[in-house]
Nanobody, 130 residues
Framework: QVQLVESGGGLVQPGGSLRLSCAAS????????IGWFRQAPGKEREGVSW????????YYADSVKGRLTISRDNDKNTVYLQMNSLKPEDTAVYYC????????WGYGSTWLNHREFDYWGQGTQVTVSS
């Protein structure tokens, strides 16, 4: 059974840091790409970062570049999102999602499109507030 479980969310002051974890089970990350998305109340789900399972390259949304770092631990089958210099606008529920490296991209679509992902975790709340 494919499962993704996020953890590490919480309340942090502006400028603070958090590390989110996404533990995968039922499949190996070697054959999957993992994306982190977030959704704030009343807003669309947006892509934050992506770890390509096929190339090992990492990608970031412009809004988080230089502040967030995605990484993967194959031994633990876990992907991390290190978040530094957090801002109030980073407040959202954060989700990790997986897509097979063999899946064909929709025409003109990219990792920023949450519909490109097959499996989702339950989400973890991140609140940045003083």
């Amino acid at each position: 059974q494919v499962q993704l479980v996020e953890s590490g969310g919480g309340l942090v002051q502006p400028g603070g840091s958090l590390r989110l974890s996404c533990a995968a089970s039922g499949f190996t990350l070697d054959y999957y790409s993992i994306g982190w998305f977030r959704q704030a109340p009343g807003k669309e789900r947006e892509g934050v970062s992506w770890f390509s399972g096929s190339s090992g390259r990492t990608y970031y949304a412009d809004s988080v570049k230089g502040r967030l770092t995605i990484s993967r631990d194959n031994d633990k089958n876990t992907v991390y999102l290190q978040m530094n210099s957090l801002k109030p606008e980073d407040t959202a529920v954060y989700y990790c999602a997986a897509r097979s490296t063999s899946r064909v991209w929709g025409y003109g679509s990219t990792w920023l499109n949450h519909r490109e992902f097959d499996y989702w975790g339950q989400g973890t709340q991140v609140t940045v507030s003083s």
